[in-house]
């Protein structure tokens, strides 16, 4: 395994246990699966269920990548009504996670 690989693996891990904290503590946390374009299945789960905070990410992705194919964060921020995003959570400069 790369380091790489580990890392995303610890992040992967970390990731699980706050939402099993999360669930433990009460808080809604739900997920689905849909079919569709991804960016616009998140918008409209986040109109359709009222959500309070999308968390997604980028990564690997340089400038000239974005600006020619984009990614579905990078649409859902664009199209989202309400947008706070957070920053890159403490992750490599390759790595970027926000909220919608």
Same mark, same amino acid.
């Given at each position: 395994?790369t380091e ?8 992967? !891990?970390?990731f699980? *246990? *706050? ?8 808080q809604?946390? &739900?997920?689905a699966?849909?079919l569709?374009?991804?960016?616009? *299945?998140? !918008?409209r789960?986040v *109109?359709e269920r009222a ?7 980028v990564?690997?992705r ?5 600006? !020619?194919?984009g990614? &579905? &964060?990078?649409h ?5 009504r309400?947008?706070?995003p957070?920053?890159d959570g403490? !992750?490599?400069?390759? &790595?970027?996670?926000?909220?919608v």
């Amino acid at each position: 395994m790369t380091e790489l690989q580990k890392r995303r693996c610890d992040t992967e !891990l970390r990731f699980l *246990e *706050e939402v099993n904290a999360a669930r433990a503590g009460g808080q809604g946390i &739900t997920n689905a699966v849909t079919l569709g374009r991804p960016y616009l *299945e998140i !918008l409209r789960m986040v *109109e359709e269920r009222a959500i309070d905070l999308v968390v997604m990410g980028v990564r690997g992705r340089g400038p000239v990548d974005m600006a !020619l194919f984009g990614s &579905t &964060t990078n649409h859902v921020v664009r199209r989202a009504r309400r947008i706070d995003p957070i920053g890159d959570g403490g !992750l490599d400069a390759g &790595t970027h996670s926000g909220a919608v």
